[in-house]
């Protein structure tokens, strides 16, 4: 079993910038790939980035290539997901996964006009 929890979500105006944070603990963090998802409101759920198990295969979604970074420290048991120039359609629940198995409870992601 491996626990998700999110933090760093919130609210902020377009263009600004906000860092997402995902603790792990349970079984070893390090042996899975992780990824971030996020739910906009009446959407379906949609993949934004991913990073493999070592860090060093990662993927993006086309809406926030360029702009959204993720990252991961094994040490620390965390990956994270630097948002910059935020765009109000980057509104949502952001959801951490580990290895397609395990998934956070989210944390919202509100960008104002």
């Known amino acids: 079993q491996v626990q998700l929890v999110e933090s760093g979500g919130g609210l902020v105006q377009a263009g600004g910038s906000l860092r997402l944070s995902c603790a792990a603990s349970?079984?070893?963090?390090?042996?899975?790939?992780m990824g971030w998802f996020r739910q906009a409101p009446g959407k379906e759920r949609e993949v934004v980035a991913a990073i493999a198990r070592s860090g060093g295969n990662i993927a993006y979604a086309d809406s926030v290539k360029g702009r959204f970074t993720i990252s991961r420290d094994n040490a620390k048991n965390t990956v994270y997901l630097q948002m910059n120039s935020l765009k109000p359609e980057d509104t949502g629940v952001y959801y951490c996964?580990?290895?397609?198995?395990?998934w956070g409870k989210g944390t919202l992601v509100t960008v104002s006009s």
């Open positions: 996964n580990a290895g397609m198995n395990y």
């Open positions: 349970g079984r070893t963090f390090s042996i899975y790939a």
